[in-house]
């Protein structure tokens, strides 16, 4: 018995059908009562009427297919994850490139080219499930390995440190952060009082704060944004040798970002801006890939390091110590179903397998307990790991049994050990026997401790604001100005001008020139270095001096990189050059770039040789918000309506405006002129009258003209033709 309704599906995909569509129809909702049963198999006779008394009378209590049906859809929702509660996840395979046991007896890290199934989930983390993706925020970045010695979870997010030091904050951090208790707003935004009150009083936090505000929290994808295991964690190999590590994931396709303009336009809309580019990525055979890097530190050199690898708001710069890449990520399967995959994944950073261990991060201790804690309500009970998601793909085997929501039937009259009653008679799941893949069990480090109770923290935590500085020292000029434009924007939304106050008077202990900045249009005082000092929960730790810029800190590539699953608009109507679009196409499609033809309407466009062309997008369906880039080909015979259009000006000015690449020939100028203010070329030339925009007079593309328009969106963004719109966000 089959559950796919098919029937239903005939008349909306076979258009083309010789039958007429009301017969058509009639026959699909025939079939589909026939293919459909209750829960409990029994086939039912219609699907469209509940059981009445007589055919305009009321419905009977007795009708137990209805009540089914409504009962179970009425408990179709659990509970939203408390954080991250926004995400979207893929599976696919993880590979080691060699064999670590050097450092690790992880097996999935000693077998060279072994595929390990995985499934990772993305998310923002202040929103709601139904918020928007592109909201500023730190993204979730959780992998699940289902390793051969089970299911080892490495839960980070994209950003390589966190606000606080120690989970007793947390709650606090979240309540903060969150829509406010009282009226329940804003949604997924940390612009407003009750955040920038805690980070202001928790100094600590301005290292992330840093990042949040940096472009990292607003990814022009999640398949190019980097992830980071934010603690240390350790490595141990067979001999029981312990060496620290840091876990980065670097993103083949580099790492870049919207403008908070262009973020904040997209999240109304196209609110699923980044799980649809992740889907149809995966979809359309673009996998998205990442290389798992590892920044290992052998024990005996942590205390050389200048920083406390214990404390989550510090990093490693990876000039100090060199991120190797050991193995690499890559998503090539969309899950079926969303609920059943993405919905109940339950990670857990203590999901360990042999050889990984923790560090006594409090951070990550605190973690340590609530994941689980969480899924118990999230998920309904202590069954959780039975789900299909959770399961371990490598036998399993305890003497855990019952519970809410048991699936696993187990057998046996043993649960328990030691025992003497064990004579094959012993609890089982499902029959499946354990076969210890020669392995010794999982060991904690033996770490010696002989360490006074007490609350409170290393002094070794107290530097707040180095690694801030050397952030913001690290950043290029334009990257500089979107942090101060943040800072400005959700400064500004604040109710009452003391907070505001006091987030300046604290950026000045990072760097006075940023502090200035920000305050500039935000009608507070000059920024104060010692009022902050005086507050308690200061502390009053000295700066580094000698501070060295960190290039892995900027989001500027340091290689080129190419221009692979990249989107262009081309802008077409009646007329269009024949020729420039297919060569703009052939030369897109070289470069694995795609192409998506936008037109006044959806109907077919003939152009100036003669062949039609179907428009994919309307000018008012999509906008340019939703392309990295813009080609405004010429109109070779008659008008270029394009021109008259309000919206293809809107189109071409939006692109100008967020720094995007702009290409135009021929008449396509006249448009280009129109949208961006840019006076129209002379005849005869070929050139970038601005950063990113190319342009020609000639009808016909020439080499040049499409290699100037890749290397141009090769470049991701023209930031600085952004630069003048920077200070204004925050009016
Ligand atoms: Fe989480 N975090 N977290 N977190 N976290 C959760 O677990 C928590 C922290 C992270 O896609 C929750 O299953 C505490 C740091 C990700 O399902 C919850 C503390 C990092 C996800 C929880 C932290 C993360 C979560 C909510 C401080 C980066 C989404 C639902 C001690 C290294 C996983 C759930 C997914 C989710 C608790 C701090 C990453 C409540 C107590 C630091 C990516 O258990």
Redesign the pocket.
């Known amino acids: 018995m089959t559950h796919r309704i098919d029937p239903l599906k005939a008349p909306m995909q076979d258009h083309k059908s010789a039958l007429p569509r009301a017969v058509r129809l009639e026959q699909a909702l025939d079939n589909a009562a026939g293919h459909l049963t209750t829960n409990h198999g029994l086939v039912l006779s219609d699907n469209h009427n509940s059981l009445k008394a007589g055919d305009r009378g009321p419905t009977l209590l007795e009708d137990f297919i209805l009540r089914e049906k409504i009962t179970h859809f009425d408990h179709e929702r659990i509970p939203e994850?408390?954080?991250?509660a926004r995400?979207a996840g893929a599976h696919g395979y993880f590979e080691v490139y060699g064999n670590e046991e050097a450092l690790t007896r992880a097996a999935f890290l000693c077998t060279p080219r072994q595929r390990t199934p995985v499934f990772a989930?993305f998310?923002t983390v202040a929103g709601s499930r139904g918020s928007a993706d592109t909201v500023r925020d730190a993204r979730?970045?959780?992998v699940k390995f289902y390793t051969e010695e089970g299911n080892y979870d490495l839960?980070?997010?994209n950003i390589p440190v966190?606000f606080?030091q120690d989970?007793i904050k947390?709650p606090d951090l979240v309540h903060a952060l969150k829509p406010e208790p009282h009226h329940g707003m804003p949604q997924a935004a940390s612009a407003h009082d009750t955040f920038w009150d805690f980070v202001t009083l928790m100094p600590e936090s301005l290292h992330m704060l840093m990042w949040v505000m940096s472009d990292r929290g607003l990814p022009r994808s999640l398949r190019m944004m980097e992830g980071?295991?934010?603690?240390t964690f350790r490595f141990i190999n067979a001999r029981g040798a312990s060496h620290f590590v840091k876990f980065h994931w670097k993103p083949l396709l580099g790492v870049h970002a919207l403008l908070w303009d262009e973020a904040q336009a997209i999240a109304g809309q196209d609110p699923d801006f980044h799980r649809r580019d992740l889907w149809d990525a995966i979809e359309r055979g673009d996998f998205p890939e990442w290389e798992l890097g590892v920044q290992v530190v052998p024990e005996d050199d942590a205390p050389g390091l200048g920083l406390d690898l214990l404390d989550?708001t510090k990093l490693i710069p990876e000039e100090q110590v060199p991120v190797r890449r050991i193995g690499r990520m890559v998503l090539n399967r969309n899950p079926d179903n969303f609920f059943a995959e993405t919905e109940q994944?339950?990670?857990?950073?203590g999901h360990l397998v042999p050889g990984i261990d923790f560090s006594n991060d409090p951070?990550?201790q605190?973690?340590l307990f609530?994941?689980t804690?969480?899924?118990l309500s999230?998920l309904g009970g202590p069954n959780f790991h039975e789900l299909p998601i959770n399961r371990s793909q490598c036998p399993m085997h305890n003497f855990q049994r019952d519970g809410l929501h048991r699936q696993d039937i187990g057998s046996g009259r043993v649960a328990y050990e030691p025992n003497t009653l064990d004579n094959g008679d012993e609890f089982r799941v499902d029959g499946r026997t354990f076969e210890p893949v020669g392995m010794t069990g999982f060991t904690s480090h033996a770490e010696p401790l002989a360490s006074p109770k007490q609350r409170g923290r290393s002094a070794s935590f107290e530097d707040h604001f180095s690694q801030a500085r050397l952030f913001w020292i690290s950043q290029s000029v334009h990257e500089q100005a979107h942090l101060v434009a943040a800072f400005q924007f959700e400064l500004s939304k604040l109710s009452g001008s003391a907070i505001r106050q006091r987030m300046v008077d604290l950026l000045a202990w990072v760097d006075a020139d940023l502090a200035e900045q920000v305050a500039s249009p935000l009608g507070v005082g000059p920024p104060d270095r010692a009022t902050a000092a005086a507050w308690p929960g200061f502390r009053d730790w000295p700066v580094a001096e000698g501070l060295v810029p960190s290039p892995a800190l900027s989001m500027l590539p340091l290689r080129p990189m190419g221009i692979a699953t990249r989107t262009v608009a081309m802008l077409i109507s009646e007329g269009v050059h024949a020729a420039s679009v297919a060569a703009m196409r052939q030369a897109l499609a070289a470069e694995r770039a795609y192409c998506t033809l936008v037109a006044p309407t959806l109907g077919d466009v003939t152009a100036s040789d003669g062949s039609r062309l179907q428009p994919q997008a309307t000018l008012t369906n999509t906008s340019s918000l939703m392309f990295d880039g813009v080609f405004l080909p010429a109109v070779a015979t008659g008008p270029d309506d394009l021109c008259r259009h309000p919206m293809a000006q809107v189109f071409v000015a939006q692109a100008y405006q967020h720094g995007k690449t702009l290409a135009a020939s021929g008449s396509g100028t006249q448009l280009l002129s129109l949208g961006s203010g840019l006076s129209r070329p002379a005849a005869g030339w070929l050139l970038q009258p601005s950063p990113g925009v190319v342009v020609s007079d000639a009808d016909v593309l020439s080499v040049n003209f499409t290699a100037a328009f890749v290397a141009g969106l090769a470049q991701h963004r023209h930031w600085q033709r952004t630069e003048g719109q920077a200070p204004q966000q925050a009016a």
């Open positions: 994850r408390v954080v991250h995400g989930r998310s979730g970045f959780a839960v980070g997010n966190f606080i989970a947390f980071f295991g934010v603690h989550p994944a339950a990670f857990h950073p951070l990550l605190g973690r609530s994941y804690d969480t899924q999230r």
